[in-house]
């Protein structure tokens, strides 16, 4: 059973950089079954954004909104997904998600982590 | 960019149908797929492409496409349908990126 989980962090101050990792159990994230891996982000009270993607052997892909600030990578050990968001303010707190992606003529995301809250304050 | 706009609640009584809109600009040509997520949990995927189910997924839960408007049909009710649904796209003209609805409240009465 393919399960992700979040870790990092629960606050940043304004102005530095956010570093997450989600860390991948029961599958391979460089050989398991063409999966791209995707993080998301919950703002309170609000719905989902998604940030970015990355397949293993390829070149990480970012929300335009976004691509000045994010980083999206594998490691730092095996089987884990890296995320960096940098120059943060309030308007970054929110739940953060790691998702296992489907990438076929459309894009979604068919397993997801359970998140990790980041509130940014000094 | 693309929008997709959904209400922000839907109320049903237990055992009937509840029928969960999602707008844009002609949606019927894109993919569609959608979320169900509970307080405090993560959102688990309950259609993919329009109208597949997740193995896992009950029958009970369905999805349609045409025109401007998807829609996510889910049928005898029950306590444990209460949750936020959101709608989600990719978006392949312009700027790529996944696009998600605001998200419904469902409220089973």
């Known amino acids: 059973q393919v399960q992700l989980q979040e870790s990092g962090p629960g606050l940043v101050k304004p102005s530095q950089t956010l570093s997450l990792t989600c860390t991948v159990s029961?599958?391979?994230?460089?050989?398991?079954?063409?999966?791209?891996w995707s993080w998301i982000r919950q703002q309170p009270g609000k719905g989902l954004e998604w940030m970015g993607y990355?397949?293993?052997?390829?070149?990480?892909y970012y929300n335009p909104s976004l691509k000045s600030r994010v980083t999206i990578s594998l490691g730092p050990s095996s089987n884990q997904l890296s995320l960096g968001l940098r120059s943060v303010t309030a308007a970054d707190t929110g739940v953060y998600f790691c998702?296992?992606?489907?990438?076929?003529?459309?894009?979604?995301?068919?397993?997801w982590g359970r998140g990790t809250l980041v509130s940014v304050s000094s | 960019s693309y929008v997709l706009t959904q209400p922000p609640s839907v109320s049903v009584d237990p055992g009937k149908t509840a029928y969960i809109t999602c707008g844009g600009n002609?949606?019927?040509?894109?993919?569609v797929h959608w979320y169900q997520q509970k307080p405090g949990q993560a959102p688990v995927l309950v259609v993919n492409?329009?109208?597949d189910r997740p193995s896992g997924i009950p029958e009970r839960y369905s999805g349609s496409n045409s025109g401007n408007t998807a829609t996510l049909t889910i049928g005898r009710v029950e306590a444990g349908d209460e949750a936020d649904y959101y709608c989600?796209?990719?978006?392949?003209?312009?700027?790529?990126?996944?696009?998600f609805g605001g998200g419904t409240k469902l409220t089973v009465l």
């Open positions: 998702a296992r992606t489907e990438v076929a003529g459309t894009v979604y995301f068919d397993l």
């Open positions: 029961g599958a391979s994230i460089s050989t398991g079954g063409g999966y791209y």
């Open positions: 990355l397949y293993p052997s390829g070149s990480p």
């Open positions: 002609n949606i019927g040509g894109k993919s």
């Open positions: 492409d329009d109208s």
């Open positions: 989600q796209v990719w978006q392949s003209s312009g700027d790529h990126s996944a696009v």
